[in-house]
């Protein structure tokens, strides 16, 4: 977004989607974009933001940003798409049905039906979504707030750095909640930006992590786990997860190095310790 279309753009204040608070402090501000950290719970998240009809028009061109095409977004996130599959197959030895949220070209889509199971995506990027389905996925185009799915239909819902894009994270995990059967599970990838953003602003480093106005939120492990517990889930886990390779090679470099760390310190630590600052993978349970 430019900074002529932010001037036309409408915004909207937002309380804490936590806890209802609107007590906050500043965090950061990125790319004219400001970034407060609710001073109940924790949660950051931007606020003001672009309202809904802003958001759409946002979203149509996020997966073409900086040159990157379809086999970057499939290289990017190949080992979580395998680590998550993986960790399905063995949870559900038969199979199932499997509902990927904002599942851009489909790629996660067509492992899980090389695993047998029945996948079906949701994603609100009409580039993506017709590139999908040329390949034969089944997706729909809309949100998963304006879908009409009926209740109690996956065996899993996944969602990979999906969460800190929505507008109402707490209403959206109710409805993949409600989508859920019984002992369903609900995977999410999301980032841990902050940690981050504070020790560059100590060194007076410019950055623009939070990829404003694309992220709306950033969550810690704490953060992440009270929304997942507000909106039913039980048996929640968070762990470090198999780390992304971003287009450019300086960046690939970083998040490996650091993604792998994370791992190493998670398991030497029996599980205990989670890097702050490194994307986490969480799963819960409906029970």
């Known amino acids: 977004m430019t900074i002529n279309e932010r001037r036309t753009t409408n915004f909207q204040y937002a309380d804490c989607n936590i806890c209802g608070n609107d007590n906050t402090s500043l965090v950061a501000v990125q790319n004219n974009y400001r970034f407060v950290r609710c001073g109940s719970c924790g949660l950051v998240y931007m606020n003001p933001r672009p309202d809904a009809d802003a958001l759409k028009t946002i979203y149509d061109t996020y997966h073409q940003r900086n040159g990157k095409d379809e086999a970057d977004w499939e290289r990017m996130m190949k080992g979580n798409f395998r680590e998550v599959s993986e960790l399905l197959a063995r949870k559900f030895p038969s199979g199932g049905r499997l509902l990927d949220i904002g599942c851009g070209y489909g790629h996660f889509l067509r492992i899980m039906e090389g695993l047998h199971w029945r996948a079906e995506g949701i994603d ?137 760390t994370a791992k190493l310190l998670y398991r030497v630590s029996n599980e205990t310790l989670l890097l702050p600052g490194v994307s986490k993978t969480i799963i819960a349970s409906k029970p």
């Open 124 to 260: 609100p990027s009409r580039h993506t979504v017709d590139q999908a389905r040329k390949a034969g996925r089944s997706v729909m185009h809309t949100t998963i707030d304006d879908a009409v799915i009926p209740e109690y239909t996956y065996n899993a819902v996944t969602l990979f750095y999906v969460l800190e894009h929505v507008t109402d994270p707490l209403k959206t995990l109710r409805k993949v909640f409600g989508l859920l059967v019984e002992g369903g599970v609900v995977v999410i990838r999301i980032p841990h930006t902050t940690p981050l953003v504070r020790l560059l602003s100590l060194l007076n480093i410019h950055n623009n992590l939070y990829d404003a106005p694309f992220h709306l939120y950033d969550f810690s492990p704490s953060t992440v786990t009270r929304l997942l517990e507000q909106s039913g889930f039980t048996a929640i886990k968070v762990i470090p997860g198999e780390p992304t390779r971003p287009h450019l090679v300086s960046e690939r470099i970083v998040s490996v190095l650091s993604g792998y």
